[in-house]
């Protein structure tokens, strides 16, 4: 059982990335996953999750509207598009999943214990 998180870089202000979240080992398709970061000196917060159905998802504020999470079960993969970065978003971003409800995304928030985590990809943004 596995994730494996991909698709960090460094990039300028105002750049687009996309992440990428690829299991193994399991079917994503009964699982919800969630996109979390953690920048230098700061706890790790969670950033954008996605139902098991990919019918419902939720965003932090502060990058609602600039980042968009989907899902791809013949895939078996979760994505984050990231538009319109800012220094503020440099991070080690982290996929995690869990086994819930189809629509449920009650539990993104933070410190959330989760059920699977990849390990990070290094997202940097220069100004």
């Known amino acids: 059982v596995q994730l494996q998180a991909s698709g960090g870089g460094l990039v300028q202000a105002g750049s687009s990335l996309r992440l990428s979240c690829a299991a193994s080992g399991f079917s994503l398709e009964y699982y919800a996953v969630g996109w979390f970061r953690q920048a230098p000196g700061k706890e790790r917060e969670r950033v954008s999750c996605?139902?098991?159905?990919?019918?419902?998802?939720f965003h932090a504020d502060s990058v609602e509207g600039r980042f968009t999470i989907s899902k791809d079960n013949a895939k078996n993969t979760v994505y984050l598009q990231m538009k319109r970065l800012t220094p503020d978003d440099t991070a080690v971003y982290y996929c995690a999943a869990i086994g819930r409800a189809p629509y449920d995304v009650s539990w993104c928030v933070d410190g959330y214990d989760m059920d699977y985590w990849g390990k990070g990809t290094q997202v940097t943004v220069s100004s």
């Open positions: 996605i139902a098991s159905s990919g019918g419902s998802t």
